[in-house]
């Protein structure tokens, strides 16, 4: 009976990478689904950073590619770490200390969509970088595809612009 009686939380998935939209989307996230409710957080909060694999920034062709490849590694796990650990702080500034953490090599589209899937998420939060339509069509958004594809409720965060 005890173990019907505790209930499995929902878990919300925050993508994370080294924008300031990225980072702006987890304080939004957690100030809006964490903080008011502490200690009893609503959702299981899992931060998500998509990293590239080295050989689609360096590709294979040319002389040295190969030899490009650990160093390129290297800096990408190196910017990895430095990215989960801003976006520990932010947590850990507003009291949310129990945030699970995983960096995962792919396509950010695919890696998001399929980490909903895995971990059963009920929403995902991503950052807007505001892009025109047409940059949108030409490199493809994130935040789209998510909204179109992931099998969840998608929060699009938007960065409030600055008044000058």
């Not at 100030?31 to 008011?36: C, L, R, S, T, W």
């Not at 050989?55 to 590694?73: F, Q, R, W």
Request: hydrophobic residues 45%; glycine residues 6%; charged residues 25%.
């Amino acid at each position: 009976m005890a173990g019907s009686e505790a209930q499995e939380k929902e878990v919300m998935v925050v993508a994370i990478d080294e924008s300031d939209h990225s980072m702006y989307a987890l304080e939004w996230a957690v100030d809006h689904f964490f903080a008011p409710f502490a200690p009893n957080y609503p959702f299981k909060l899992l931060l998500l950073h998509a990293k590239s694999t080295a050989s689609s920034i360096v590709g294979l062709a040319g002389p040295g590619a190969a030899e490009a490849l650990p160093y390129v590694d290297s800096d990408l796990r190196r910017t990895a770490a430095r990215i989960m650990e801003q976006a520990k702080k932010i947590c850990a500034s507003k009291s949310v200390n129990d945030a699970m953490i995983e960096v995962v090599e792919g396509d950010a589209r695919n890696v998001l969509c399929e980490a909903v899937e895995k971990r059963y998420a009920s929403a995902l939060v991503v950052g807007s970088h505001g892009h025109g339509a047409i940059k949108r069509a030409v490199l493809g958004s994130v935040s789209d595809f998510c909204a179109h594809h992931a099998h969840c409720s998608v929060m699009i965060v938007k960065k409030p612009k600055t008044k000058h």
